[in-house]
């Protein structure tokens, strides 16, 4: 007896589509507990082939060095060297931000004085305020680290289009149902996540931008601006802002100091590879691992804490403490001040 095989019919094919349709993408290498770990830099290579480039011909030793640096013959896409832009960026802003500490909070901590304090910025300027160096530490390493973050989100943002098929039925009808939807309970059940999630550390640095700009032109675009030179600027002329305007000043640098403390603590930990993935305590179930990242978590903030309590014991507590300035120079920063209208 012959057996017929059942025919396949649109009903059905059409059941499949739709069942496909409804699955909501979730995309997993923005995760990161399940991101694979970075390939080694360029520079934990050249130890290795070191031997191998001794031997080899003049042509073949300039062709292998060139590869350890990432410069030819490698695979590596835009994540790779935008992910090294951001992170030596962070490094070469981070030296600085160390020296400027010492200047504006330690020194003056140490001496309990803004004058006896003012010559240790003088001098430290020659280091970081030269026409050459102050780019090099401050300017390109913030567009740099700014433009490359930024950057990283869209070129994730197309991977997972790419990757989720961003021009497919099922996620043209998973972009209908999110747009369709009234609640926002509805739309964070059924809208996608194409956009790579963002991390606290991320957001600390959109935080921090502001006030770091705004610190930034008060202390070295506007003077240039008003007196052609920087000469008269000093802790002298924080303590005086701080006499002059009140609360406001208070506000701008206490969020200058939290965000800006959190967001390099946290940048260094997560460059060193000891942070904590976003969502831990959600999706971390082993009591062991659960354990070892509470106590990243804390060592982490604790050493933010440190930092930040030094840098405005410092700042806070001597420099923004010390009284406006007397004489020609009070006058010289009245003048620089009220260009901002305050």
């Given at each position: 007896m012959e057996s017929r095989t059942p025919a396949l019919t649109h009903k059905a094919s059409q059941e499949t589509m739709i069942s496909l349709l409804q699955l909501d993408p979730q995309p997993i290498a923005e995760s990161p507990s399940q991101e694979k770990p970075l390939p080694p830099l360029p520079e934990e290579n050249l130890d290795e082939s070191t031997g191998s480039l001794n031997s080899q011909s003049t042509f073949g030793s300039s062709s292998l060095h060139s590869s350890a640096l990432g410069l030819s013959g490698s695979n590596h896409g835009a994540v790779y060297y935008l992910t090294r832009i951001q992170r030596y960026s962070f490094y070469t802003f981070t030296a600085f931000a160390g020296l400027h500490m010492v200047n504006t909070s330690l020194i003056p901590l140490i001496y309990q004085n803004v004058p006896y304090s003012e010559p240790f910025l003088l001098m430290a300027r020659e280091i970081y305020q030269t026409s050459v160096s102050e780019p090099l530490l401050v300017g390109l390493p913030i567009a740099a680290h700014v433009l490359a973050g930024l950057s990283l989100r869209l070129v994730r943002r197309s991977q997972n289009l790419k990757r989720y098929g961003g021009a497919t039925p099922g996620m043209y009808a998973l972009h209908r149902s999110k747009t369709s939807s009234t609640s926002s309970s509805d739309r964070s059940k059924n809208g996608l996540r194409i956009w790579p999630q963002l991390s606290n550390v991320s957001i600390s640095g959109y935080i921090l931008l502001p006030p770091l700009l705004a610190h930034i032109f008060m202390n070295r675009v506007l003077p240039l601006m008003v007196e052609g030179d920087s000469s008269n600027i000093g802790l002298e002329?924080?303590?005086?802002?701080?006499?002059?305007?009140?609360?406001?000043?208070?506000?701008?640098?206490?969020?200058?100091?939290?965000?800006?403390?959190?967001?390099?603590?946290?940048?260094?930990?997560?460059?060193?590879?000891?942070?904590p993935p976003v969502g831990w305590r959600r999706t971390t179930v082993d009591k062991k691992l659960r354990k070892r990242r509470s106590r990243a978590w804390w060592s982490i903030n604790s050493i933010a804490a440190l930092v930040g309590v030094a840098w405005a014991a410092g700042g806070l507590g001597i420099v923004a403490r010390a009284g406006a300035a007397d004489g020609w120079l009070g006058k010289v920063y009245d003048g620089i001040y009220a260009r901002t209208g305050q």
């Open positions: 002329y924080v303590a005086h802002g701080f006499a002059r305007h009140g609360i406001q000043p208070w506000i701008a640098y206490t969020l200058l100091l939290a965000v800006g403390v959190g967001h390099m603590a946290w940048g260094w930990a997560k460059w060193l590879g000891v942070a």
